[in-house]
């Protein structure tokens, strides 16, 4: 029952590293989305893909990149990591479409820039 | 736009005490209202939920009503136990202007922490 799993669980970079974050999710479902967590912020949405093929900003997507690869995964890629995007990171997905539902998330990925 | 405000915390509370966080919400549209819960070192998860205005959302003790007339979602829970000790989000979800998908808005997240 695996839900929505992201990788890697842990990850620390240098300033100007790239990486990608991956998200998958086995639920059928057409919307996925990244937040990141930062103290005292709570979650805010950087960006989503509403159905299969479609993607969008949210409210912080500057300095971040998305792909929805298929109907399952979602990656988030950093091309050049900054401190400031020092934070927990978290993949979420819903049913989307007509539907007003819940969301489910993954476990978090911590990512620290130095 | 659509926001979400709720109480800041820390939230400190002895066993067995009444519990209320508020939550108030800012929406253009009609939206579907959630608590969800997140524990130490893990994501979210769903606590309860309210889909009309008047509705109550129930489970594990926990309880909030839909107000529309206010535009709050408080949380209550009649006894706390060392167990809830977690971080609560209220939520809202909305239709976004160019229509498809129901966005998920959350609010700064409260700490609970409720001592033996």
């Known amino acids: 029952n695996a839900g929505v799993t992201q990788t890697p669980k842990f990850q620390v970079l240098k300033t100007g590293q790239s990486m990608t974050l991956q998200c998958a999710q086995d639920?059928?479902?057409?919307?996925m989305y990244w937040y990141r967590q930062d103290p005292g912020m709570g979650l805010r949405l950087i960006y989503y893909s509403a159905s299969e093929g479609t993607t969008d900003k949210g409210e912080v997507p500057n300095g971040y990149n998305v792909s929805r690869l298929n109907k399952r995964e979602f990656s988030l890629r950093l091309e050049s990591a900054a401190p400031s995007q020092t934070s927990v990171y978290f993949c979420a997905s819903n049913v989307g479409g007509a539907m007003n539902t819940e969301a489910f998330f993954g476990q978090g990925t911590r990512l620290t820039v130095v | 736009g659509n926001s979400v405000t709720q109480m800041e915390g820390p939230v400190t509370l002895s066993e067995e005490a009444f519990l209320t966080i508020n939550c108030t919400y800012t929406?253009?549209?009609?939206?579907?209202l959630f608590w969800y819960v997140q524990y130490p070192g893990e994501g979210l998860q769903l606590l309860l939920k309210a889909t009309k205005a008047d509705d109550k959302g129930s489970n594990k003790g926990f309880e909030a009503t839909y107000r529309k007339e206010t535009t709050s979602f408080h949380l209550e829970k009649g006894s706390v136990q060392v167990s809830d000790s977690a971080v609560y989000f209220c939520a809202l979800s909305d239709p976004r202007p160019s229509g498809g998908s129901y966005i998920p808005t959350f609010g700064r997240g409260t700490s609970l922490i409720v001592h033996p």
């Open positions: 929406a253009t549209g009609y939206p579907s």
């Open positions: 639920m059928n479902h057409n919307s």
